[in-house]
């Protein structure tokens, strides 16, 4: 089955870094386009960064220019390099992919796990 366990979060400073990863398995990682969200309490998700199989990106407005997703096909990883933190990027961060045969790995109706956790605070 398909599996998605992000890491890397924690507690930082705003104006500090922080790299997470995704790990998955079950599908065909090279082939499928991968994506960072966030969700804070009570609000819905937001789709912060996306790469495609051929490594070309996209990024929410809000962290543009901060943020940079990058993928490991061999180590079927995708991360998210996140520098200059705001308070505002505090939140839940879940990884998420799609391909043609599976759609979205993870449906607006499924449980998304735990995530990780990054909280952004002096």
């Known amino acids: 089955q398909v599996q998605l366990v992000e890491s890397g979060g924690g507690l930082v400073q705003p104006g500090g870094s922080l790299r997470l990863s995704c790990a998955a398995s079950?599908?065909?990682?090279?082939?499928?386009?991968m994506m960072w969200y966030r969700q804070t309490p009570g609000k819905e998700r937001e789709l912060v960064a996306r790469?495609?199989?051929?490594?070309?990106?996209d990024y929410g407005d809000s962290v543009k220019g901060r943020f940079t997703i990058s993928r490991d096909n061999a180590k079927s990883t995708v991360y998210l390099q996140m520098n200059s933190l705001k308070p505002e990027d505090t939140a839940v961060y879940y990884c998420?992919?799609?391909?043609?045969?599976?759609?979205?790995?993870?449906?607006?109706?499924?449980?998304w796990g735990r995530g990780t956790q990054v909280t952004v605070s002096s």
């Open positions: 998420n992919g799609w391909n043609i045969g599976l759609g979205f790995f993870r449906k607006d109706v499924d449980y």
């Open positions: 079950g599908f065909t990682f090279s082939s499928s386009i």
């Open positions: 790469i495609t199989r051929t490594e070309s990106t």
